[in-house]
């Protein structure tokens, strides 16, 4: 079982950057951020795979990046010109399997609030 914590979150303006962390408790194979905003669903931002192989939504392309640091067990998301349809709960997420989808993953953290200021 792998315990999962995202933090990082905030309250930031259009135009503006966050970073989001999150902790493993252990070995993950796969990471990658979710999110969900009010009435949508859940969908894929960024994934990264152990060795280094990461893949984007075409959303945040050129404005997010992931990015890992294996001895720590812990994975990063950052955030630049953010955008108001950014805001949602961003969720770190684990598993076996590499990629977008939410079926690949098993470890789900609590997730942390992007809200734009704007």
């Known amino acids: 079982q792998v315990q999962l914590v995202e933090s990082g979150g905030g309250s930031v303006q259009a135009g503006g950057s966050l970073r989001l962390s999150c902790a493993a408790s252990g070995y993950t194979y796969s990471m990658a951020w979710f999110r969900q905003a009010p009435g949508k669903e859940r969908e894929g931002v960024a994934a990264i795979a152990f060795g280094g192989g990461r893949t984007y939504a075409d959303s945040v392309k050129d404005r997010f990046t992931i990015s890992r640091d294996n001895a720590k067990n812990t994975m990063y998301l950052q955030m630049n010109s953010l955008k108001p349809e950014d805001s949602a709960m961003y969720y770190c997420?684990?598993?076996?399997?590499?990629?977008?989808?939410?079926?690949?993953?098993?470890?789900w953290g609590q997730g942390t609030q992007v809200t734009d200021s704007s």
């Open positions: 997420a684990a598993g076996s399997y590499y990629g977008l989808g939410k079926n690949l993953y098993n470890y």
